[in-house]
C-alpha cells in the first residue's frame, strides 16, 4: 500500500468531485483525508488516497478532468506520517484582520514560527478591502501564550491590522 | 426602573440616521472610550444609534463605533428575532459590562460592520450585564439569555474593540454570507 497526493484546481463547475472521485475507485483506491473549498471561485481539493496503484497510473485516471485545459490536476507519492512526535501541545485560535496588503500572513506567521507554533489549519478571505486570517494554531506547552500574543498584537500594530491569539475550545463530551 | 420600561422617547431628541462603518476602519478595532451617560452629546448618539439600528434590516444591536464614533454605549432590540427568548425592547446601555456569563453555546453571528462574512462563536447563553441608562445615568442589571445573550455581548465585544471575527471558533468557522435567489 502506498499514500498518493492528489490535487485538483481550476474552473469550478458541477461534477468534479463525482468525476474525480470516479477515477479513484475505477483504481480501487481509498479515499482518505481530503479537503475542497473554493478560493476565490476556484474549485480547489487536496486529498490523500491509498492503494497499490503509481501516481502516473493516477494521473492517468485522472486526465479527462484536464482534458479541456481549465482544471490542473497532479499526483504525487507521499510517505506515510505519523502524526506523532511533536510534544505536548497547547491549542490556540489566531484571528487577524484589517486592510488588505502584502505581507500580512508572512509577518503574523513569522512569529508563531519564532515561538515554536505549528499551524494545523488556515483560512483567509479577501472581502472587499477587509482581509481576514484565522489560523489554529499549536504552541508548545512550555510557551509563554501571553508572551505570543503581545508579540502578534505588535507585529498585527506595524501592519494596520488587528490580531487576537485566545485558547481553543473543546468539548469532549 | 426595568430596562424593559425605556423607550428611546425617554432621549427626550429625534434619532438621525447616520452611516454604518465597515471594517478594515479603525475604530472598530480600537477600544471605547467610558462615557459621561447624562451628556448631551451621549443622549443624541443614543437616539441615532436607535434610529440607525430601527431602519437597518434585520439589525438587532449596534454599537457607537459602528457608526464611526470612539465611545462605550449600543443599542439593542432583539424583540422581533425568532431565537429570542427573553427580550427587555429596544435599550441602550452606556459603559456596560459582563457581570457573569455562564452556559455557553455556539451559534452562527453576522455584523452590519463586516457584511460579507459570518461565523460560528461561542457566547454565553446566560448573561448578566450592568451598563448605565443615557441620559439619566441610572445603573441598571440586565439578567437575560438566548439571542439577547448573544446580542449584548457581540455590542459589548464592539465597544471593546472586538469584531466576531475575533471570537469565532476556528479556521473552518467564517463562511461567505450568501444570498440566495
Redesign the interface.
Known amino acids: 500500500m502506498s499514500l498518493i497526493a492528489v490535487t485538483v484546481i481550476g474552473h469550478d463547475r458541477p461534477g468534479i468531485i463525482a468525476d474525480a472521485t470516479a477515477g479513484l475507485a475505477a483504481l480501487g483506491l481509498n479515499l482518505e483525508d481530503s479537503t475542497m473549498t473554493l478560493l476565490r471561485g476556484h474549485f480547489a481539493m487536496m486529498l490523500i488516497c491509498s492503494g497499490d496503484r503509481s501516481p502516473s497510473e493516477v494521473e492517468g485516471a485522472l486526465a479527462p478532468l484536464a482534458a479541456d485545459g481549465r482544471l490542473q490536476v497532479s499526483a504525487r507519492a507521499v510517505p506515510e506520517e505519523d502524526g506523532s512526535g511533536h510534544g505536548s501541545l497547547r491549542p490556540y485560535v489566531l484571528t487577524v484582520h484589517g486592510g488588505d496588503r502584502p505581507g500580512i500572513v508572512s509577518a503574523v506567521t513569522g512569529v508563531l514560527a519564532a515561538a515554536g507554533g505549528n499551524i494545523t489549519d488556515l483560512t483567509t478571505r479577501l472581502t472587499g478591502d477587509l482581509y481576514v486570517a484565522i489560523a489554529e494554531v499549536d504552541l508548545p506547552a512550555d510557551a509563554d501564550a501571553d508572551d505570543v500574543a503581545v508579540r502578534l498584537r505588535a507585529a498585527g500594530e506595524e501592519l494596520g491590522v488587528g490580531v487576537t491569539l485566545r485558547p481553543q475550545e473543546t468539548d469532549v463530551l | 426602573m426595568s430596562i424593559a420600561d425605556w423607550t428611546e422617547a425617554d432621549l427626550g431628541v429625534p434619532g438621525h440616521v447616520l452611516t454604518v462603518v465597515?471594517?478594515?476602519s479603525?475604530v472598530l478595532?480600537t477600544p471605547s472610550p467610558l462615557v459621561d451617560p447624562a451628556s448631551p452629546e451621549v443622549v443624541q448618539l443614543a437616539a441615532d444609534l436607535v434610529a440607525t439600528m430601527r431602519v437597518s434590516p434585520g439589525c438587532v444591536g449596534l454599537a457607537a463605533c459602528q457608526v464611526g464614533v470612539a465611545a462605550h454605549l449600543f443599542a439593542v432590540d432583539v424583540s422581533s428575532h425568532p431565537k429570542t427568548r427573553t427580550s427587555h425592547g429596544t435599550f441602550v446601555l452606556c459603559n456596560a459590562e459582563v457581570v457573569e456569563a455562564t452556559r455557553?453555546e455556539k451559534g452562527r453571528e453576522g455584523c452590519m460592520s463586516?457584511p460579507?462574512?459570518t461565523g460560528d462563536v461561542?457566547r454565553a447563553t446566560r448573561l448578566t450585564v450592568r451598563g448605565l441608562l443615557p441620559g439619566s445615568g441610572e445603573e441598571l442589571v440586565v439578567e437575560t439569555d438566548a439571542f439577547e445573550a448573544r446580542a449584548l455581548q457581540h455590542e459589548i465585544d464592539h465597544c471593546g474593540?472586538?469584531?466576531f471575527?475575533?471570537?469565532?471558533?476556528?479556521?473552518?468557522?467564517?463562511f461567505?454570507r450568501q444570498t440566495y435567489q
Open positions: 465597515r471594517a478594515p479603525a478595532s455557553k463586516v460579507d462574512l461561542k474593540g472586538f469584531l471575527l475575533d471570537r469565532v471558533a476556528g479556521a473552518h468557522a467564517i461567505p
